[in-house]
């Protein structure tokens, strides 16, 4: 199975104008906010207790993207979270790794050096993250800057404005363009879910992610006030699947801001499991963009093999 | 590094509930054995485990318990409203309390999953007594006149498959409009309403003002027959329902009956194709399929079948069968070896009449009764699957052109109970929503319910209402 | 040629009453009448009233005939606006006040009654004609509405008609009492298969013509006359009949029909003591109403719970 998209596959005429484009894309199934939420949250009651909960809390911890992205970032701050992320428990070396560190671009060489030999891959922001209001060639270029200084992964904002604005073709051509420079680095898109409003839209963003060459559609930047819910990563999780069944290409997904506890982040795993399947479990297909989830998902892994409950004084703050 | 989630075992714990080795009739207040000493076995249908001894009621035990209800009428009916009223919202309030005890119990006894008893049933439970209780003082305003009078005692039988919350639906309604009750739970389920008892007991009810009178049929045609009975409230098959009705005619008995339906989920090509998978899952496969206004006709249009077919096995095949206790299990047990050979016998019969039979992958359980998720396709409505009501996990595929055909196959039927209608087109929903002859229609969803929203059929799956305003009418001289 | 010499009183043109069914007027396909006299009072009971005229004596054949034409006619009628409705039974009542002098020598001799009291029948009957016009646009306000659930839904309950009902209408109010049990079922848009008053059916039949000239679509009423137990049979277990209203009907053969009627569990009006004197409630519009519930989910109008 191929890893990335390619616009060889049979839905490739769609994008010949932002009329084909937009007719497709309003031609996807409508999606009911009420049964979407409750499905969502009838799966969110899974029991996941003792194996299948450590299988779980394991599986997170290599799922996350650890991520810091603020104006008060400094090289110390980063390296300490490369440090975090490669030994996530100091006190149990069978801990995983979380599967990458998440930067903006001008960190990614000391990202990249902390991370070195451990497996842990360097994701950055780019494309004017998180706002994404800049012109192509500043956003070609932030990307150009990441990849040359080493990143895997680029995690690239929409243009929520022209898509808003039905201006499909345009969103289209900017992925596709970043794709291109980003060369083998992965491509994240970020559709800024909160900011996209309906349900509806979220699943004509996900089909023109994916068109345009996504290997990961990702729900948003944690920068706004609604950033990954059940719901939004159900929907999306039902477009990956639906999306490899009439292509045979295979996207991931990411749900990123608002996702703290191992009680949630378990909730996500179920959702996986049960609509994209297992193929999806696996941290080259889904990730977590986040922070404070891992130190719980620690602890929680600490309780599984002690017995008793941890607290946050044994996780480590970095 | 994909590798199966496999959820470990997550049983809910069966210790919160203790089931006693036998119980007697509850009538005046008392548990008491029947007149003729005759007693018969309750079993947990996941493991035919023997739960509990049960007293059996016969024709002496009905009058006696009538007798007793006609007693406390008197009392009861005097009482005003607002003290009914308190009464009832303890009832409700009690039941939150044993909510989770409750749900324990009526999985052990019933078979469905702790999931649905414990996310649906109990909920609904509490809820219709909390509705049912502010009714009681404020009947005047119900739209029945001033001060509109109860009937007198209410003869209740009620059906297996939601035992509590059928009992919920009898009895909140009757004592809050004045009635005493006799009720008659099922005889595979009479637990719930035992511990019901119970309920009465702690929240001071005062005695004869709700019996139960565990039994088979027998019994329910004696109450249904009792000359001193006002009322009959009845939930289960078409046939009994007639029988009662046949049983009732000319008499001055208020009778309403909540019987068989066979539910047509109609699925149009603009669907909100992911939640219509789900609202069909839910439609047939909730509880077993052994529910009333279960959508066990699919009718999809022609154009978006296969698409539909192939999302909804795929679906099916997530379904987690097995250990109702188990807060993970999506498909419990069937609720008794007569229930599982009806519907055995009734799948034989479709696949001999050449419908295509499909199930999931899926292991059952070695004791108890079991039945796989079952679709049918290839299915006409010539298919006795597709006019009978198998009361099962079964669900039957039909294909239409227009929404005409969709409707005109809907109320092909002599039941009229439950439709589903999926359309991402409003003025679509209100129409067909206008032309299906069904007293509840669901559109983009299937399956709900609430104390507040008047429930029962046309044509042959009964008449009255349960729930609602219109829920008081059947117990008041109007 | 002489011419005419002489002036004799003018013989009347008695009228042949038939059927009404389906809009039309056929005779009963038995080709059999009986003969209707006047009402005789207690006092002369034992005196035979006087021959008023040969009235259809409907067979099961008519029967299944008038439910075919009211089958028919439900999904019209049904569908109608209910202003539409209430503008012809509106019609009605003026219809019928132009032919008063008519329905009143009619139920003078039907009841026994004196020309003033059997006015004050007819003038109530074609009041409730009116009564009931003004219904039809106000009963789904009265007995519907939204239900507030517990969820994301927007729930509405709205009554139906029940479909085709049989109506045996009262024997003794031979007029009043049959509009009064006959506006109600047709106001809510079901449609009726009546039985007239045994004894007494001409009123009923007469008002057959009324409808027809109503703007009352064929088959929304049908009228027949004939033995009441004769014809309520076939009616009572008939499987496209939904439901019946045993005005008419004396205890015995109101608990016969009860137990047919529940072959397909038809809606069963039991008889009970009215005065169709006064105003009526709504009982005889709702036992003949289904309540149909909807559920609409309704949700927020983001995924992500803005609040634009």
Request: glycine share 10%.
């Amino acid at each position: 199975m191929p890893t990335t998209a390619s616009a060889a596959h049979s839905l490739a005429d769609v994008t010949a104008s932002n009329s084909t484009l937009s007719r497709f894309l309003h031609g996807l199934p409508g999606v009911d906010a009420v049964g979407l939420e409750a499905r969502a949250a009838s799966l969110g009651t899974r029991s996941i207790k003792t194996t299948a909960k450590a299988y779980a809390i394991d599986l997170a911890i290599s799922m996350v993207d650890l991520t810091t992205l603020e104006g008060a970032d400094t090289p110390g701050k980063v390296r300490a979270l490369g440090a975090k992320a490669v030994r996530p428990d100091p006190t149990d070396r069978t801990t995983p790794t979380t599967a990458a560190v998440c930067v903006y671009p001008d960190m990614v060489a000391v990202a990249k050096e902390a991370v070195a030999g451990s497996g842990v891959k360097v994701a950055s922001v780019a494309t004017a993250f998180p706002a994404g209001r800049a012109a192509l060639e500043v956003k070609l270029a932030d990307v150009r800057d990441a990849v040359s200084a080493g990143a895997d992964e680029i995690d690239m904002v929409i243009d929520r404005g022209a898509f808003l604005a039905g201006h499909y073709l345009k969103v289209y051509d900017e992925i596709v363009a970043v794709k291109e420079t980003c060369g083998a680095a992965r491509l994240k898109v970020i559709f800024e879910t909160g900011e996209l409003s309906t349900y509806d839209n979220i699943r004509r963003a996900s089909w023109l992610g994916m068109l345009a060459g996504a290997d990961f559609i990702k729900t948003s930047t944690g920068k706004v006030a609604v950033n990954a819910t059940p719901a939004n990563t159900l929907l999306m999780l039902e477009a990956v699947r639906d999306f490899r069944a009439q292509t045979g290409v295979q996207v991931g997904v990411k749900p990123a801001g608002g996702i703290r506890t191992s009680k949630d982040a378990i909730k996500f795993l179920v959702l996986v499991n049960e609509t994209a399947g297992e193929d999806w479990l696996d941290n080259h297909w889904f990730r977590f963009g986040a922070s404070s989830l891992l130190n719980d998902l620690l602890m929680q892994r600490q309780k599984l093999a002690t017995g008793r409950y941890s607290g946050p004084d044994y996780v480590t703050v970095d | 590094m994909a590798s199966a989630f496999v959820y470990a075992p997550a049983p809910e714990s069966r210790a919160i509930v203790d089931i006693a080795p036998s119980y007697g009739l509850f009538i005046d207040g008392e548990f008491t054995e029947a007149a003729d000493g005759k007693v018969f076995k309750t079993v947990s249908p996941s493991s035919e485990e023997v739960l509990s001894e049960i007293a059996q009621a016969g024709s002496e035990d009905v009058d006696r318990a009538v007798r007793a209800a006609r007693k406390a009428f008197g009392t009861w009916s005097a009482l005003p409203g607002s003290e009914r009223a308190k009464y009832l919202f303890r009832i409700a309030r009690i039941i939150q309390e044993r909510s989770r005890e409750l749900a324990v119990l009526e999985t052990l006894d019933n078979g469905k999953p702790i999931k649905e008893t414990r996310d649906a049933d109990l909920p609904l439970v509490a809820a219709h007594f909390f509705y049912y209780a502010g009714w009681a003082d404020k009947l005047d305003h119900a739209g029945f006149g001033a001060n509109p009078r109860p009937l007198g005692v209410a003869g209740q039988v009620i059906p297996w498959n939601f035992p509590l919350l059928m009992l919920a639906w009898k009895i909140a309604p009757a004592l809050a409009t004045g009635n005493t009750v006799v009720l008659k739970p099922a005889e595979t389920t009479p637990l719930s309403a035992l511990f019901f008892a119970d309920i009465c007991r702690q929240a001071g009810l005062p005695r004869g003002v709700v019996n139960i009178l565990p039994g088979y049929g027998d019994t329910g045609a004696a109450l249904v027959a009792h000359p001193d009975v006002n009322k009959v409230a009845f939930t289960g098959s078409t046939a009994v329902g007639k029988e009662i009705a046949r049983a009732v005619a000319g008499s001055h008995k208020k009778v309403t009956l909540e019987l068989g339906g066979k539910g047509a989920n109609i699925v149009f090509d603009d669907a909100p194709i992911d939640q219509a998978v789900e609202g069909i899952v839910n439609g047939i496969f909730f509880n077993q399929g052994q529910v009333c206004c279960a959508g066990s006709r699919l009718l999809v249009q022609e154009s978006v079948q296969d698409e539909l077919l192939d999302s909804l096995k795929r679906r099916l095949s997530t379904l987690r069968l097995g250990d109702p206790l188990d807060k993970n299990t999506d498909i419990g047990a069937i609720n008794s070896a007569e229930q599982l050979s009806r519907i055995t016998s009734l799948v034989a019969q479709g696949e001999a009449e050449g419908a295509e039979r499909w199930s999931p992958a899926c292991e059952l359980p070695e004791s108890g009764y079991w039945f796989a998720p079952t679709l049918f396709t290839n299915v006409t409505q010539a298919h006795t699957v597709a006019r009978d009501e198998i009361f099962g996990p079964v669900l039957s595929v039909l294909t239409f052109r227009t929404p005409d055909e969709a409707v005109a196959k809907a109320n092909n039927t002599p039941y009229g109970l439950s439709a589903g209608i999926w359309t991402e087109k409003g003025s679509r929903i209100l129409a067909v929503a206008n032309k299906l002859r069904a007293g509840v229609v669901w559109s983009n969803t299937f399956n709900k319910f609430d104390p507040t929203s008047p429930f029962g059929g046309y044509k042959e799956s009964g008449f009255g209402r349960e729930g609602g305003r219109h829920g008081l009418e059947g117990y008041l001289d109007v | 040629m002489s011419e005419k010499t002489e002036k004799t009183e003018r013989l009347s043109v008695f009228k042949t009453y038939k059927l009404y069914i389906g809009g039309k007027f056929p005779r009963s396909e038995s080709g059999r009448v009986y003969e209707v006299t006047t009402a005789t009072s207690a006092a002369d009971a034992a005196g035979k009233g006087k021959w008023l005229a040969n009235a259809p004596l409907s067979s099961r054949k008519d029967a299944r005939d008038a439910v075919v034409a009211a089958r028919k006619a439900f999904g019209g009628w049904s569908g109608a606006t209910a202003y539409n409705r209430g503008q012809i039974l509106y019609r009605i009542a003026e219809m019928l006040e132009g032919r008063r002098e008519q329905f009143v020598r009619e139920v003078a001799d039907a009841e026994g009654l004196s020309k003033s009291k059997a006015a004050a029948q007819v003038d109530a009957a074609i009041d409730r004609w009116v009564w009931y016009a003004g219904w039809t646009d106000k009963i789904a306000q009265v007995v519907g509405g939204g239900n507030p659930v517990a969820g994301p839904f927007f729930n509405l309950s709205s009554p139906e008609p029940t479909g085709v009902v049989a109506v045996l209408a009262p024997q003794e109010s031979s007029f009043l009492g049959l509009v009064s049990v006959v506006a109600p079922v047709i106001a809510t848009g079901n449609t009726a298969v009546v039985i007239a008053s045994e004894k007494s059916p001409l009123p009923a039949l007469s008002l057959g013509e009324v409808l027809a000239t109503s703007d009352l679509p064929g088959g929304v009423v049908n009228i027949l006359s004939g033995r009441t137990a004769e014809i309520a049979a076939p009616l009572a277990a008939h499987q496209d009949v939904n439901a019946i209203d045993l005005a008419g009907a004396d205890d015995v053969l109101a608990k016969e029909l009860e137990i047919a009627a529940a072959d397909n569990l038809k809606r069963v009006l039991r008889p009970q003591p009215v005065d169709y004197a006064t105003t009526p409630g709504t009982e005889r519009m709702t036992a003949f109403l289904e309540t149909k519930t909807v559920w609409h989910p309704t949700g927020s109008l983001g995924a992500s719970g803005s609040s634009y």
